[in-house]
Structures are given as structure tokens and as C-alpha cells.
């Protein structure tokens, strides 16, 4: 398939335009947690017939994103466009079967996402910030129906910032995926190899982040019930990742919720 034929530039404006509604869900309106990678990857992987690339994608970047939340001034990185931008990318670029090595350089390409999501992220809320001021120093009694005016016409900003950013990334990976796929057989063993300690590295970074006081209890029951899924009914690897990985991500939620 040619990489920029019709179906190819649809399927990544249709991408670029769900992507930016879910977006939307991260911060601006709903908050659903449909904007979450371990939900929209494994959406994503659905929606462009590769389900499992997704959930592993999802599973990684939800267990390395858990705990950075948009609280205050600090501005997190997008794990939203990261997560769609990895699927999509492993997808499109293996056409709806994405080999392991593909997936995990699709992930790889996620750190050089992360610096153009937080500035977008920046310039996007002191644009929003300055709607707010405009409204609070302007004249008229109504103050407060001119705030939610102007809260509800900074969704379209929000939403343009994600639609942008994946109509750069989506062509750029994709061209990086058709390059990668060109490498010897010996850079693709070790990308593979990256993507099966990936996990781990995700498990590690929640156990830090938890210090094992709340998410204990959750990790180490899911990792249980991976391990009797994987040693009783033979489990695909998928399955027991996902297990494992969601005990850690419900002890994130409880701790968040707690404090």
C-alpha cells in the first residue's frame, strides 16, 4: 500500500479528528477517563483493526503516565496524543498487523512526541488564561455567563491543538516506521526485546511513585492472578500483561482518590 494513498490520508484525518475530541476529555470538558492510554490505545488499535497493538501500547504508557496529572501550573505531557499517535502509527504502518519491534519503536517514538505536546499544552492555557481576563476586566454586570462563554469557545482551541499535532506526528511516524522496517534483522531483535521489558520498567515507575504503601495490595493481587491465568488456562502473554499491569493502575486510581 503507498504510504500517502487515499485510504492513508483518510484514515489519518479520521485519527487526527477523533483524537482531538477524545482529547478534549483529558483536561477541557468530561473528564470520562476515556482520554487514559490503557482506554484510547487499545479504542484506537480497535478502530484500525489491530486491538492487540493497542493494548500493549496502552498497557506501557498508562503504567509510565499513571500518576502525572495537570495539577496547578505543573503541565503534564499528553499521554492522549501519545498513546493514538503510537497505535496508529504501529497500525497504519504494518496495515492492521504490527510486529513486536514495530510496536515498540511506535512507543520509542512517543519521547520525541512529549517536549511538542507540553509546549502546545502551554501556549494553548495562556491563551485560554487571557480569555479569562479579558472577561474579568471587561465591562457588563454579567460576569459569570460571560466566563462560561468564554470557557466554552477555549474547546476548540484545545481541540485544534491535538487535531494539529497528530496530522505532524501520524505522516512523520509513519515515515520513520517505513525507514525502521528497512533496518537489519538485528536492530528489530533488540526493539523486541525492548518492547517485552517495557512492562517492567512501567511496573517500577508506579512502585516508585506508589512507594508500595496503598498500590501494594493491588499490583501483587493482579500479578497473582496473571501468573495462575498463565500456569492454569495457558493465557496469551497479552492477557497476563494486562492483568498484571492493572493491579498497578487501580493502586494508582486508590491513591489518588485518597489523598
Keep these: 500500500m503507498p504510504m500517502l494513498d487515499a485510504h492513508m490520508v483518510l484514515a489519518v484525518m479520521g485519527i487526527a479528528l477523533i483524537g482531538g475530541i477524545i482529547g478534549l476529555d483529558r483536561t477541557a470538558v468530561g473528564q470520562f477517563m476515556i482520554s487514559e492510554p490503557i482506554v484510547v490505545a487499545p479504542l484506537t488499535g480497535w478502530m484500525l483493526g489491530d486491538p492487540i497493538a493497542g493494548a500493549i501500547i496502552g498497557v506501557v504508557l498508562e503504567l509510565v503516565w ?9 503541565v503534564p505531557a499528553d499521554a492522549t496524543i501519545s498513546a493514538v499517535s503510537a497505535t496508529a502509527i504501529a497500525a497504519l504502518g504494518s496495515m492492521g498487523n504490527a510486529s513486536l519491534p514495530v510496536i515498540g519503536f511506535s512507543i520509542l517514538l512517543t519521547a520525541a512526541m512529549v517536549p511538542a505536546t507540553m509546549r502546545a499544552d502551554d ?8 480569555l479569562a481576563d479579558a472577561v ?16 466554552l469557545s477555549g474547546l476548540p482551541i484545545f481541540f485544534m491543538k491535538s487535531f494539529v499535532l497528530y496530522l505532524v506526528f501520524l505522516p512523520l511516524g509513519l515515515a520513520a516506521v517505513s525507514a525502521f522496517n528497512h533496518l537489519p534483522e538485528n536492530v528489530h531483535r533488540a526493539m523486541s526485546l525492548f518492547v517485552r521489558l517495557l512492562p517492567l520498567v512501567g511496573v517500577a515507575l508506579v512502585v516508585r511513585k ?13 500479578f497473582v492472578i496473571a501468573a495462575m491465568a498463565g500456569q492454569l488456562f495457558h493465557a496469551p502473554a497479552v492477557i497476563i500483561i494486562l492483568l498484571s499491569v492493572t493491579g498497578g493502575w487501580l493502586g494508582a486510581r486508590y491513591r489518588e482518590q485518597s489523598s
Design 136 to 151: 474579568m476586566t471587561g465591562p457588563g454586570p454579567d460576569t459569570a455567563r460571560r466566563l462560561a462563554c468564554a470557557h
Design 123 to 130: 501556549i494553548v492555557r495562556h491563551w485560554n488564561s487571557r
Design 66 to 74: 499513571v500518576l502525572d496529572i495537570p495539577i496547578g501550573a505543573f
Design 210 to 222: 506508589l512507594s508500595m504503601k496503598t498500590g501494594d495490595f493491588f499490583l501483587l493481587s493482579g
